[in-house]
């Protein structure tokens, strides 16, 4: 390569410096993990307490966008609104009805990694926010 | 030189395939989706109003009001107002039916309006973005997800079922349903046969305030309550002569 000892290092410091931001956030002290606030009471959905997630945690946490797609689509499109999870349980596909009902407190679950994320989800400008966690509506 | 340009195109190409798979791999778990097996289902939805019996435009209030506040529609006044169901003079609901003389009993008597779910919908023939769709049964329905706010539908929907958000609607509900989503500034709504009702088993909310005077059923099913109704009432449409096949029929 033509001025390969130069180029090289040129570029390793170009991109040192680009993603600076995040390493420097990352090594600082203040740096910290998410905390989103778990729901506490256990909820009940076709005549039965559940107190678990639909889907393993990990799984949600990374990809709950796409399950939300896949279910206004399916309900919408397909008028098909019962969806059967990975474990065999039933669930509603309805993001006021069925997600909100345990994660009620849209301030300590939802905007708390939507903010340290920088995601802006317009969600909530239709679906209503369970009352009393919120002054939002 | 040409070897190099087919590297770059292998590359490239193959690159693109990678990108693909990843992308389709990202789908959710093993998940199946079904619909409620108690579900309402028809061929042809169909709702008959028995005009008849709305002699009083007081008796109407609480069927408008049972829709409205099922669905979170906001009450607004003036030019901007939203509404699914309302109600009008013989005139205004028939306008192409040519008789000035109206017998008195009909002329200060009031029509419930709302959509009519065409067999031959314009709205959904104009819409561009593919938000406004015929779905089980006939029924028209809107994605508000996808509606860019264009009002195409609005100015093609030829009996005004269709309102327009011209602001955010959540100051201008009084009581809010928590289990229904409201609407956001920039979208059209309308009546949509309460299909997630339906869905559920249950028959629309104005039907169920009407006290039999709103019936609602399968338009292909000779032994249905509309098919019955039908056979033995004189009925009307709005604006037949369009082609649009209004599913709304007026028992006079």
């Known amino acids: ?137 | 030189m040409n070897s190099s340009r087919r590297y770059f195109l292998k590359v490239a190409s193959l690159s693109t395939f990678a990108l693909a798979a990843g992308a389709a791999g990202t789908k959710a778990a093993g998940a199946e989706y079904e619909a409620y097996p108690e579900g309402l289902k028809a061929k042809r939805w169909a709702m008959v109003i028995d005009t008849r019996r709305f002699q009083n435009p007081e008796s109407m209030r609480p069927i408008i009001e049972a829709c409205h506040k099922a669905h979170n529609v906001p009450t607004i006044p003036g030019p901007k107002e939203v509404k699914w169901i309302w109600d009008d003079t013989f005139e205004h609901a028939f306008a192409d039916d040519p008789s000035p003389l109206l017998p008195r009993g009909i002329e200060e008597r009031r029509f419930f309006l709302m959509c009519n779910h065409c067999t031959n919908p314009s709205c959904v023939r104009v819409c561009p973005a593919g938000a406004t769709y015929t779905t089980q049964g006939g029924l028209v329905a809107i994605d508000y997800h996808r509606c860019v706010g264009c009002r195409f539908c609005m100015a093609a929907c030829p009996y005004g079922s269709r309102s327009f958000n011209f602001q955010d609607p959540r100051p201008f509900i009084k009581e809010l349903n928590a289990a229904y989503p409201t609407r956001m500034r920039g979208v059209v709504e309308k009546c949509t046969f309460c299909a997630e009702r339906l869905e559920k088993g249950l028959m629309p909310a104005c039907v169920e305030a009407s006290n039999g005077a709103i019936l609602f059923g399968d338009l292909n099913d000779p032994d249905s309550v509309v098919r019955q109704a039908l056979a033995r009432n004189f009925s009307i449409r709005r604006k037949p002569s369009l082609g649009t096949d209004p599913g709304v029929y007026y028992i006079i």
Not at chain 1, 37 to 55: D, N
Not at chain 1, 106 to 130: G, L, Q, R
């Open chain 1, 1 to 137: 390569m033509f001025n390969a000892k130069y180029v090289i290092p040129g570029i390793i410091v170009f991109a040192g410096l680009f993603t600076a931001p995040f390493w420097i956030n990352m090594l600082s002290p203040k740096h910290e993990k998410v905390v989103v606030e778990l729901p506490a009471h256990p909820v009940t959905f076709f005549g039965e307490e559940r107190s678990q997630c639909i889907e393993p945690r990990e799984w949600m946490a990374a990809n709950h966008m796409e399950l939300l797609i896949e279910w206004r689509d399916s309900a919408l499109r397909e008028n098909k609104r019962i969806y059967t999870a990975t474990d065999g349980k039933k669930w509603e596909t309805s993001l006021q009805n069925t997600c909100m009902a345990c994660h009620s407190n849209k301030t300590e679950f939802c905007d708390k990694c939507h903010d340290a994320n920088s995601v802006n989800p317009y969600c909530w400008d239709c679906h209503v926010i369970p009352q009393g966690n919120n002054n939002e509506f």
